[in-house]
């Protein structure tokens, strides 16, 4: 005899809370292991926490990622704040996420700006060209996972494609911010009768008063210290000015912010262009936020403070605004979302994602990792091993970044 009760949605199931020290260990080692800039990050996150782990399901993961794509700021390291915040119980949960998962990078692009050898020569090259095939692969599962759940009709898959051209055509930051704003549209005209019937919450534990402290506070960064370094010349301040205006006005993260920093870094001549350009070239060998990329910056620097100070000013700087702004947001996104209206942009929004992983897995990372039929061969089987084989992703670095180092000399 068949139950006549209604099961709840994955998503509207109060799930277990963690603690800041397991936060710190699961994110320590995606920092350590998490190749191929944020694009990669998401797909290591959902595998890790969605798939494995199970802190968050597939929709309640696609909304947190549509949330941080709109907002200004790292969009990876705004996701791992927020499931720090959610499964280690408030903001120590959220500063244990991002303390682990940016430390790696950061440290290692710092020692290189304290005078390490460079990693140079064929090996190295061709090492580096493998942790651009487990990026492929990542991306690709990432897809392959979220397509089934997130597009499983002919409205929200059309919602996909419609995003991915508008990504292609647009392209940068106007298209993947334009591609998601319509993709909501769309699902209010396309998938109000998919809507399911919310019966929990899936909360953050951030009150409206904590949120909107948080965006007061990043108002005030953003508008007081570049009148106290105007007025007093103090480079301390104007350090952090550049740093968190570079971080406040970029979406998505990454690679985007790069031109933003070379104008506040380069043209007043803080960082010599060559300098620049070797510290940028070290950030896509290391794992982690490209935004510790910051790190090196502020230790390189001409004037003081430079070093180790300039280091930790400018890396708090450039992450500090996205990490108010998604503080900020969460509480009040929590209760919108559980809006019918809210529900079915958020549906529209989570395909329109799919499509923008999908534009994102042609270009950069198809088009600057697979130039040879043996990187396609060394990227399919890394999508195999992790989706059919199950393997954990940090095997699948190794093993590709040292089939890249074998079968790519230079």
Known sequence: MKSSQTALPEFAVERPRGNPGEVFRVF???????????????????????VRRRWIDEAGYADLVALCQFLPGPASSQVGFSLGILRGNGLLGGI??????????????????????AFTGPVAEGFLHGLKLVAVAVVSQAIWGMAKVLTPDRERAGIALAAVAITVFIGGTLGQTGAIALGSVAGLWLCRADVPVQAGRLSFPVSRRGGAIALIFFAVLFLV????????GHEAVALF??????????????????????????????????????????AQAV??????????????????????????????????????????????????????????????????VVGILGAALYSPVWTNAVLSPVDFALALAGFLL???????????????AASGALLHPI
């Not at 210290?225 to 007093?232: E, I, K, N, Q, S």
């Open 28 to 50: 320590l080692k995606l920092g350590l292991t998490s190749f191929g800039g944020p694009i990669a990050h998401l797909g290591y996150f959902r595998d890790e926490l969605v």
């Open 96 to 117: 244990a996420a991002w303390f682990a998962f940016t430390m790696p990078s950061a440290a290692m692009l710092l020692v290189f700006a304290l005078g390490a050898a």
């Open 225 to 232: 210290p570049p009148l106290v370094a105007g007025f007093t």
């Open 241 to 282: 000015d550049a740093f968190y205006r570079s971080g406040s006005l970029v979406f998505g993260g990454g690679h985007v912010v790069l031109p933003l920093l070379q104008a506040e870094v380069v043209t007043p001549g803080w960082v010599t262009n060559e300098a620049f350009l070797a510290g940028y070239g070290l």
């Open 287 to 352: 794992p982690g936020p490209l935004f510790t990329f910051a790190a090196y910056l502020g230790a390189v620097m001409g004037p003081a403070p430079n070093g180790l100070a300039g280091a930790v000013i400018a890396l708090v700087a450039v992450f500090l605004p996205g990490l108010l702004l998604v503080y900020g947001t969460l509480p009040f996104w929590d209760a919108l979302r559980l809006r019918p209206a809210a529900q079915a942009a958020m549906c529209g929004a989570n395909a329109a």
């Open 386 to 400: 992790l989706v059919v084989w199950k393997m954990p992703p940090w095997i699948v670095v190794l093993l590709l």
